[in-house]
């Protein structure tokens, strides 16, 4: 595969999808109507399908490449990321509602530094079956609150739903990025004890 069509391959167009809803919905966000609402929903959803189909379709047309994993991770929590900061702005998410979102935005930090000193070090700690499970109800229970209260024409007390969603999201987010502090701790015991 040239590096052309690998930059332009579909599970990368699907990962320049996921960066390119961003700023619509900044601006949507600004609008408290149903449509502005529901479109939101829309395109946080088509988001989050993409993130599910761009492997699939990598896998299956073998077009996965180290560009592609590399976007394939980071859109995701540039988009987890920039939609929690948005429900914080416009008040979706207040108070002590606000703790969850500050420890699924920090574990995320966190976690992307100790996959880059882990990659320094070359080991590699594979996406455990949590860690897939972690964006799923991140993305699920933030459509909710991205839907606000007008969701509540379909499902009764959605904003509500999403923040306990929220934390349950959370508690999820922790124990997944275990997985990586393990191994990171494992490694550094290793470095020392070489090193003494």
């Not at 949507?28 to 149903?34: E, H, T």
């Not at 929590?77 to 998410?93: C, H, N, S």
């Not at 574990?107 to 070359?122: D, N, P, T, Y």
Request: proline share 3%; net charge neutral.
């Amino acid at each position: 595969m040239t590096r052309a069509n690998s930059l332009y391959s579909i599970p990368n167009l699907l990962c320049y999808f996921r960066v390119a809803v961003i700023p619509v919905m900044g601006v949507l966000f600004c609008f408290d109507s149903p449509f502005a609402a529901w479109t939101n929903l829309l395109l946080f959803s088509l988001a989050g399908l993409s993130d599910f189909l761009d492997g699939i379709i990598a896998r299956a047309t073998g077009q996965a490449t180290l560009l592609g994993k590399f976007l394939d991770s980071s859109t995701d929590k540039i988009l987890v990321g920039v939609t929690l900061m948005l429900l914080i702005a416009f008040d979706r998410l207040t108070g002590v509602w606000i703790i969850p979102a500050l420890v699924i935005f920090l574990r995320e930090i966190l976690i992307s530094g100790v996959r880059e000193f882990m990659a320094l070090q070359h080991v590699i700690v594979p996406i455990s079956r949590l860690g897939k499970w972690k964006l799923t109800t991140q993305m699920f229970f933030m459509g909710f609150l991205v839907v606000g209260d007008y969701g509540d024409a379909l499902v009764p007390q959605a904003l509500l739903i999403g923040k306990l969603g929220l934390v349950f999201a959370a508690v999820i987010t922790v124990l997944s990025g275990w997985d990586y502090m393990r191994e990171a701790w494992k490694t550094l015991e290793k470095m020392d004890a070489e090193r003494s």
